[in-house]
Structure formats: C-alpha cells, structure tokens
C-alpha cells in the first residue's frame, strides 16, 4: 500500500524526508519540534490509510488527541541529510492507542539496532469528541484499528509515562504565552508542537545551544484554547553529566501541559 509517497514494510509506514533549513537550530541539528511536526503529520497518514484517519473519526464527531510522547536523539539528523521516517501503531494500552517513530538515514532499514537511529519516539493518544471535548471510548472507533496492522516492535523500550516534577527542585516563572492564530490547529486547540516550542524557548539559549537535547518527554493534560494565556514555569535538577528541566504551562494555575528535557 502506498499514497502521497508512503510506503509500507512489515506494517512500518514510511516516508523519505530531506531534512529542510527551517526545521533545523543554529547548529544545523533538527529542531525537537520539528520533529513532532513530521510526526504528526506521519501519523496522520499512516492512520488514513489504514481507515482510521482524521477523515473516518470525523463521521463519528472524534479526533485523535495526543496524550503523550518521548522523543530521544541519539543521533539527530542536521540540515539537508537524506532520511526516512517510519511510523506503527502498537494496539491498545487500556485508554491509549500506541504509535512509535523513527526516523533513520535513507536506506537504513536494520530496525533491531536502535543506536543507528537518528531519532526514537514512542507516543500514546486518545479519541476526544469534538463537540463535547471529552475523551471516548467508541466501540465504533476501537473496531476501526485491526490488530493486523500492528506492529510490536519498540522504538523505546520504556513507554510513555507520567511526567512527575520534583518536589524539591526550585521553581521559577519564565514566560507567558496567549494561544494566538500561529499555535492553533484543525481540533480548534494549541497543537502538540506548540507546547514543545514553549518548553524548549522555556530554557537559556546560550545552554540549550550548547548542550544536545538528548531527550525530551512531555504529557499534554489540558486542551488550550484560542486566547487563552498559558503561564510557563521552570524547574531543574543537575548531577556530573547532565541536566534536566521540568517545565509546565498552567492556565488559572491548573497544569495543560509538563514537559522533561535532558540535555
């Protein structure tokens, strides 16, 4: 099977994908948002062709929401590399429907050694209504993912987990974000690759440019909408070889989003 220059290999979809100038940083290195962005959009696809897409949840008033993804960069990708992006849905986890990524140099197809990877991601998402907001359990949309499609192979061993900031970690307040025009996508809320945008603007520039990210995880919790104002808090624990940030967003000091970047 194959459409919009998707192809498939043991039910892994795949597209190839030059990585662009704007999606890379001043060290020419892909940007972790950017990433999500090709995700996203991979996903999508994927799922289309599979007949659970945007288009199929839409007949029943439901969408696929993220819930939440890791993303680690083990080998990141710079500006003008030649790639492939492989996506699989992994089935049912209770609530969430599972999909992993990576992203690899053309041609690399040695899926049993992850250090070759350029990027690894595993990610779970939801079914939201669309009118009533909440999340959805439709027999309907369960019976639309055939397990015949899966694949159970993991991009990271461990999988998307709840993202908890310790308690004992300083916080401090960095930023104010209004969800404008340029963060709001065709759910009607601030797309997933906003916040990784926020979070990583959350953080000194000078280290972030000098420190790879090495991963990134980040829950998403409540949908923010058009006009809303997100309050960013920033918090961080350090040891010999690392350093790792917690940011969250808060609207009227509930959380909508965490997030935990290591560097």
Avoid at 54 to 68: F, G, M, N
Wanted: charged fraction near 30%; include cysteine.
């Amino acid at each position: 099977m194959a459409m919009e220059n998707v192809d498939v290999i043991d039910n892994r979809f795949s597209k190839d994908i030059t990585i662009p100038c704007y999606d890379t940083d001043a060290s020419f290195h892909l940007k972790p948002a950017a990433f999500m962005d090709h995700a996203q959009e991979m996903a999508y696809l994927a799922a289309r062709a599979l007949h659970f897409g945007y288009d199929d949840l839409q007949k029943h008033h439901t969408a696929w929401v993220l819930s939440r993804m890791r993303i680690d960069f083990p080998n990141p990708p710079k500006w003008r590399d030649e790639t492939t992006l492989y996506t699989w849905h992994k089935g049912l986890d209770g609530l969430f429907f599972l999909r992993d990524f990576e992203l690899r140099n053309h041609g690399d197809t040695d899926f049993s050694d992850k250090s070759k990877a350029l990027v690894l991601c595993t990610s779970s998402w939801i079914v939201m209504n669309v009118e009533t907001r909440r999340l959805v359990r439709s027999e309907e949309v369960l019976n639309m993912v055939p397990e015949t499609t899966q694949c159970q192979d993991s991009a990271i061993k461990t999988p998307c987990g709840k993202i908890v900031i310790p308690k004992n970690a300083p916080e401090e307040e960095v930023g104010c974000h209004k969800a404008s025009y340029s963060d709001i996508d065709v759910i009607g809320h601030t797309n997933n690759a906003r916040y990784v945008v926020w979070a990583m603007d959350s953080l000194d520039y000078k280290e972030v440019a000098n420190n790879r990210v090495k991963s990134l995880s980040i829950n998403f919790i409540k949908e923010t909408k058009p006009e809303e104002e997100v309050r960013i808090f920033r918090s961080f624990v350090e040891s010999e070889d690392s350093k790792t940030y917690f940011i969250e967003g808060r609207i009227e000091d509930k959380p909508c989003f965490s997030a935990q970047i290591d560097l």
